[in-house]
């Protein structure tokens, strides 16, 4: 399962890649929530690569159905290029779904050592994840159980306070030394 649509920051083109070449190993499934657009880029990529079959796109969800395509997924596959924080990193983390990550942007920083993380526009890297946790059910149980212990740990609002705080210390602290 994948967040992601037709904004090409996203790189949903490289999971698709990745699904077209473990498809000609195994049966795969990619679920992706949203809808691409009419005759666009990804459209155009589902039908060259004749993924018909195994991309399913969702259109739009409402808010409270997240969790449920996540409780599904064997595992969340964010492939961005780039992300300002990781919204679907931590949020299939916190429903305990093992997550293959990129590193574009903010991205390790929320999933940590708690997913498998692969350059972004990588779609042999993401392939080779993919089958790697396909064949490997515990450790997308260890790395699940691990998400939801980081998200639990260090990704909650209190947690965000408590760093805030201390940086406010530190600067006081710097501030008083000078």
Not at 43 to 48: D, I, P, T
């Amino acid at each position: 399962m994948t967040n992601s649509a037709d904004t090409p920051l996203k790189g949903l083109r490289y999971l698709l890649e990745a699904a077209a070449a473990i498809r000609r190993e195994r049966e795969i499934r990619v679920v992706v929530i949203g809808k691409p657009k009419e005759n666009g880029v990804i459209e155009r990529l589902v039908k060259e690569l004749d993924l018909g079959d195994t991309v399913r796109f969702t259109g739009r969800i409402a808010q409270e159905e997240f969790a449920r395509y996540y409780a599904e997924a064997t595992m969340a596959v964010i492939p961005s290029l780039y992300e300002g924080f990781g919204m679907p990193a931590g949020e299939a983390m916190a429903c305990g779904v093992p997550v293959i990550s990129t590193t574009g942007g903010a991205l390790p920083e929320v999933v940590g050592d708690a997913g498998v993380l692969v350059p972004p526009g990588d779609a042999a890297a993401l392939r080779d994840a993919i089958l790697a946790l396909l064949n490997d059910p515990e450790r997308r149980s260890n790395l699940g159980e691990a998400g939801l212990a980081r998200v639990r740990g260090s990704l909650t609002w209190r947690h965000a306070a408590e760093k805030t705080v201390e940086v406010y210390r530190e600067a006081i602290d710097a501030h008083g030394r000078l």
